[in-house]
Structures are given as C-alpha cells and as structure tokens.
C-alpha cells in the first residue's frame, strides 16, 4: 500500500472518530438536560403548615418528598426546653423552683441570651418573666402592679421566659434539619422569625414583607412598610404595634425594660434585624425595642455583622425608617 494511500485511509479514519466523538457528546449533553429536568421536576418545592410556640409555622422547600414528621420532631424537641406553656418542659420546672438536668440545647441557648444581655447592658433578659406576668403580657395575667410591687420583682428575678429568642432558635433548628439533608433551597418561618437559603420556586431571592407598624392587635394588618428580597441569611422582627393595651388613657406595650421593670416609651414601632442565625436576630431585634432607636444605632455601629430596619415616628407623629447601609 502507497504511502499516500495510508495517509488517506488515516485520515478517513480520524474523521470518522471525530464525528462518533460529536454524536455521542450531544448524546451525552441531551440525556444530561433531560436528567435535569427530570431531577427538577422531582424536587418540586414542599410547603408545611403548623402550629407550634403558640404560633403558627409555615416551611418551603425545594426535596423530592415530605419531611413534616421529622420536622415537628425537631420544633418539638425545642418546645420540650423552653416553653413556659409546657409543663414538662426544662424552663416550665426550673420556675417551678426545681432542678432539671440541662441540656446541651438548653445549654447553648441559654449561654447566648446571657451574651446578648451583656451586649445590650441588661436590656436582654430572660429573667423579666415575672415582670412581663405582672403587666398581664405573659402566661399568667394579673392587674396593674404598683411602684412597690415593681420594686420588688426587680430584686426577684427566679423565673425564666425564652419567648424572645425561642422562635428564632426553632427556625435555626429546622434550617439545620434541612441543612443536613443536602437541601440548599428552603424558607423556613415560626411566629415571623425566618431562616431563608438559595432560592425561592420562581428561581429568584426570596421576598420577605416587613409589616408597616399600625396598631392592630388582632393581627389583620396585612400592609407592607418594605419587602427585602433575602437570600442565605435569617431576619427576625420585633414591634409594640399588636400586642398592648389602654388603661388610664395610656398606651402600654409588651416591651417590658428588664432594667426599669415597667413598658418601655420611646418611638421605635419595629425593629427588624438580619443575623447570620435567627437566634441571634430575634434576640437583637428585641433588645433594639428596649434600647429606643438612638440606643440601637449605636449598637449596630459596634456590629457590621448585623443588619436593621427600623420603623419609628418622627417629631411630626409620622412614620420614619431607618436602615443599615448593607440594606439600602
């Protein structure tokens, strides 16, 4: 055989390769976008509903199957150590005077709210149930305490209420949950305090509705101040706009100053923090509701890791906001 010939027949050859390596990478390319799409289609996004804290709860996220059960297995485990609501639970025994062994859980919660208080001056503080009872905003209500009755709870302080950091740790347990199930797309809310990650069903960040501060203590207000569109972050709002009452012609709010005993007055309406874990945005956000808003600020200019968004009214009685430099 010529030389020329071999090198024709090579070349043929090289060609032929080169075409089968063509065919089979689109081959391999369509099977690969049909694989996609069937995984997509599979891993349709779930919603769960439920009730939990005294509160409702609503959960989105992107797997191929339900996992409710495990779930209010995790929210159950939180209620077992902090609701007062639970008589078998470790905080419900510790303010009934006993000795419980605590848990790890219980542990790193409570070594956190001790962090938050030493931040914030006292202004974070799960000893103010008995205050919070007092003022009838708590589990037990009770008539208007006096000056002297006020003075005395101060000096008592045996009671714990982890109400203001609990539905933020619930939904950092549940985000953890879903963490550990390889799932990067989820919305998880308790009671308003919220752990989002990835993106929502229409591919984008998730939208999350700060509500404007009106009073409304039936819960119907369904107005928006702003909406953040959020993603790989945790957001927790606190406010004195649902929960108060008149008497005297005065207003009190559930915000009770740990320090002072009594409601706090100022002008801050809301307090919506940003947090790397929900816990720690629930804590901060009610702090900020003690602390008043000049307070706050200077508190969020000693921390870049947090975010807020603040509602409050002006010198004229109107609506005002404040927010970090990160969300504007």
Known sequence: MSTDRRQRLKLLWQGVFLAL???????VARHREEDVKKVQVETAYQEEQGFVFGTVYNIKYQYNGSLKKEIEAELQKVDNEFSMFNEHSTVAAINRGEQPQRSKMFEEVYQLAQQVNKDTDGAFDITVAPLVNAWGFGFKNKQMPTPQQVDSLLQI??????????????????????RAKGIHNFMVEIGGEIVVAG?????QAWRIGVTQPTEDSLAVNEDYQTVLQ??????????????????????Y???IDPRTGYPVQHSLLSATVLAKDCAVADAYATSFMVLGLDKSKELLARHP???????YTDADGNLAVWQSDGLK
Do not use: C, W
């Open 21 to 27: 390596l063509i065919v089979g990478t689109i081959f």
């Open 157 to 178: 302080r045996s009671q714990m209420d982890f109400a203001a950091i609990a539905k933020g740790y619930g939904s950092d347990v549940v985000a953890r949950l879903l």
């Open 199 to 203: 993106k929502s069903p229409s591919n």
């Open 230 to 251: 959020l993603t790989d972050i945790s957001m927790a709002t606190s406010g004195n706009y649902r929960n108060f009452y008149y008497q005297g012609g005065k207003k």
């Open 253 to 255: 709010a559930h915000t």
């Open 305 to 311: 890791e947090l975010k807020a968004y603040l509602i």
